[in-house]
């Protein structure tokens, strides 16, 4: 079997797959992907199923070489990749050599990038979902990031891979001081209409305390009608927007916790979801109401596009 060696593992480098659904109700997370747009692309350049495992990179790249020749595509945030010292393109796929290294040189936009190789990765399947939950110490490589030494195996590549590039119109843009579509949350009511346009007119901060489980946001309190911010605990869905006793807006994302005991203010819509999990520290955002049938609308139009251009 194809293996590949992690010669340095980055900052926080992980093994991530759609997540482990149908397990919520125990208090299991569904983690995975943060970008699972991004992940989608990659897999489908490396020639896999959209959710096969990938190697998910945050702020700095992974060093890695490859014990066999095979494909991989690279999608997401931009570190500068290069193989054997070589610039190569993003968004399309690689072919890479025996013996061939793959490196990245630093942070030119967003936050995570996603490495996929043909036949994906083979580590255990851990209730349903090969994705790294590192609180719980569950899934990927003994449930903890990658570190320089490991050694990971890939899986058979059934057919030959073929090249692929993602049209431009695909291709996300990750600018700072971006606008994120909202629909309206459960608890939206409880803001007045001074809350509501505080929140739809403050320009936020993502702040250092930000991590796979939630964006933590810095910027403009805001009160709700009855300075009670607590609910009795309900759902939490991606993109759900808390609003803790502080005023300040969460934004929940791949690790977020199953029930929440906060306002559920809003939601980011799943076409938007991608570009927030590429925010980073010091990063700013607004928000913008629609309705949810524009948000099923425009989640419905880029699936069209990638089933049309990529599949």
Same mark, same amino acid.
């Given at each position: 079997?194809?293996?590949?060696?992690?010669?340095s593992?980055?900052?926080l480098?992980?093994?991530?797959?759609?997540?482990?659904?149908?397990? /919520?109700?125990?208090?299991m !997370?569904v983690?995975?992907?943060?970008?699972?747009?991004?992940?989608?692309?990659?897999?489908?350049?490396?020639?896999? !199923?959209?959710?096969?495992?990938?190697?998910?990179?945050?702020?700095?790249?992974s060093?890695?070489?490859?014990s066999?020749?095979?494909?991989?595509?690279?999608?997401?945030?931009?570190?500068?990749?290069?193989?054997?010292? +070589?610039?190569?393109?993003?968004?399309?796929?690689?072919?890479? @050599?025996?013996? %061939?290294?793959?490196? $990245?040189?630093?942070?030119?936009?967003?936050?995570?990038?996603?490495?996929?190789?043909?036949?994906?990765?083979?580590?255990?399947?851990?209730?349903?979902?090969?994705?790294?939950?590192?609180?719980?110490?569950?899934?990927?490589?003994?449930?903890?990031?990658?570190?320089?030494? %490991?050694?990971?195996?890939?899986?058979?590549?059934?057919?030959?891979?073929?090249? +692929?590039?993602?049209?431009?119109?695909?291709?996300?843009?990750?600018?700072?001081?971006?606008?994120?579509?909202?629909?309206?949350?459960?608890?939206?009511?409880?803001?007045?209409?001074?809350?509501?346009?505080?929140?739809?007119?403050?320009?936020?901060?993502?702040?250092? /305390?930000?991590?796979?489980?939630?964006?933590?946001?810095?910027?403009? !309190?805001? +009160?709700?009608?009855?300075?009670?911010?607590?609910?009795?605990?309900?759902?939490?869905? !991606?993109?759900?927007?808390?609003?803790?006793?502080?005023?300040?807006?969460?934004?929940?994302?791949?690790?977020? /916790?199953?029930?929440?005991?906060?306002? =559920?203010?809003?939601?980011?819509?799943?076409?938007?979801?991608?570009?927030?999990? /590429?925010? @980073?520290?010091? %990063?700013?955002?607004?928000?913008?109401?629609?309705?949810?049938?524009?948000?099923?609308?425009?989640?419905?139009? =880029? %699936? $069209?596009?990638?089933?049309?251009?990529?599949?």
């Amino acid at each position: 079997m194809s293996k590949i060696i992690i010669r340095s593992a980055g900052f926080l480098s992980t093994v991530q797959d759609c997540g482990r659904t149908g397990f /919520q109700r125990f208090g299991m !997370p569904v983690s995975g992907a943060m970008d699972v747009y991004s992940l989608h692309l990659a897999n489908l350049l490396a020639g896999n !199923p959209k959710c096969a495992a990938a190697i998910e990179a945050t702020l700095t790249g992974s060093e890695i070489a490859f014990s066999s020749d095979g494909a991989i595509a690279i999608c997401g945030a931009d570190f500068g990749a290069s193989l054997n010292e +070589k610039p190569v393109n993003m968004y399309e796929t690689i072919f890479v @050599k025996k013996g %061939d290294v793959l490196k $990245f040189s630093g942070l030119r936009n967003g936050c995570r990038t996603y490495i996929a190789f043909a036949g994906g990765i083979e580590v255990p399947v851990v209730m349903g979902s090969r994705s790294t939950y590192l609180r719980a110490k569950t899934g990927g490589m003994d449930g903890r990031a990658l570190v320089a030494g %490991d050694i990971i195996t890939l899986g058979e590549i059934s057919t030959k891979v073929q090249l +692929k590039k993602v049209p431009k119109a695909l291709i996300p843009d990750y600018s700072t001081d971006m606008t994120f579509r909202v629909i309206a949350g459960p608890e939206a009511k409880s803001l007045d209409f001074t809350g509501l346009r505080n929140f739809l007119t403050t320009e936020y901060r993502v702040t250092d /305390q930000s991590d796979r489980m939630g964006l933590r946001l810095d910027g403009l !309190p805001i +009160k709700s009608i009855n300075d009670n911010h607590d609910i009795i605990s309900a759902g939490i869905s !991606p993109g759900t927007i808390q609003l803790p006793g502080s005023g300040l807006p969460i934004i929940l994302m791949a690790d977020r /916790q199953t029930t929440g005991g906060y306002l =559920r203010i809003a939601n980011v819509i799943s076409a938007d979801l991608d570009r927030i999990a /590429q925010l @980073k520290p010091g %990063d700013k955002i607004k928000f913008l109401e629609i309705s949810l049938e524009k948000a099923h609308e425009l989640f419905a139009e =880029r %699936d $069209f596009l990638i089933n049309k251009f990529l599949i």
